[in-house]
């Protein structure tokens, strides 16, 4: 069966420093997977998506980032986090034409 | 662009009783799935159930049921029978067949289940 990881599962970090957040998934191979970012009490905003190695597409314009090294892993990253960043990050996972997403435990960030 | 709305910020219901949640989206497009995803206090996102836009029957998992009303844009989630467990934010979601997967959320509605 297949699994989705993500880490950490809380962080803690002050303003203008680095972000690296990683997702994994097990169980599948060339998984679309994307980025949400959930505010507190909000809905999910997409972020990024990815449909392959290499391959991102952004949806908002900010101080984020997202890559691919690998098939199965996806990660967000900030050089210089704002205040703004702080929220709850969800990655996802779909199989092609499948459109049911499945969600990873999430990351709680705070900014301070 | 494809918008979805949840009118219901929060509700709540005693447990036993049926609660159902509304949803309302506003699509040009024909094929389309839409969901509803449940997200505990845990904060994990769960998928409760699924609708085709193609199938006339509404969809059931359980407890979980839907009443799709295409025309009408509507699709909201009927849980009978509701338990404390079911206690969380529920959001509706849409994806167009045509696209690359991409979900639109509405911004939930909290539900919460009295003993």
């Known amino acids: 069966s297949q699994t989705i990881h993500q880490w950490p599962a809380t962080l803690v970090q002050p303003v203008g420093s680095p972000l690296s957040l990683e997702c994994t998934v097990e169980g599948t191979s060339n998984p679309n997977l994307y980025w949400y970012r959930q505010a507190a009490g909000r809905g999910l905003q997409l972020l990024f998506y990815?449909?392959?190695?290499?391959?991102i597409s952004s949806e908002v314009p900010q101080n984020l980032s997202a890559s691919r090294p690998q098939d199965r892993q996806f990660i967000l990253s900030s050089k210089k986090l704002l205040l703004s960043d702080s929220g709850f990050y969800l990655c996802?996972?779909?199989?092609?034409?499948?459109?049911?997403?499945?969600f990873g435990p999430g990351t709680r960030l705070t900014v301070t | 662009a494809q918008t979805v709305t949840q009118s219901q910020p929060e509700m709540s219901v005693q447990e036993a009783e049926t609660v159902t949640l509304s949803c309302t989206y506003d699509?040009?497009?024909?094929?389309?799935?839409l969901f509803w995803y449940k997200q505990p206090p845990s904060r994990q996102m769960i998928l409760v159930i699924r609708?085709?836009?193609?199938?006339?029957q509404n969809a059931t998992e359980n407890r979980f049921s839907v009443n799709f009303q295409k025309a009408a844009k509507s699709f909201s989630l009927k849980i009978s029978d509701s338990q404390l467990g079911d206690t969380a934010m529920y959001f509706c979601a849409f994806v167009s067949l045509f696209g690359n997967e991409k979900l639109t959320f509405g911004t939930g509605t909290r539900l919460t289940i009295i003993p």
């Open positions: 609708q085709e836009a193609y199938k006339q």
């Open positions: 990815s449909v392959g190695i290499g391959q």
């Open positions: 699509t040009s497009e024909s094929n389309y799935y």
């Open positions: 996802a996972w779909t199989k092609d034409f499948s459109y049911e997403q499945y």
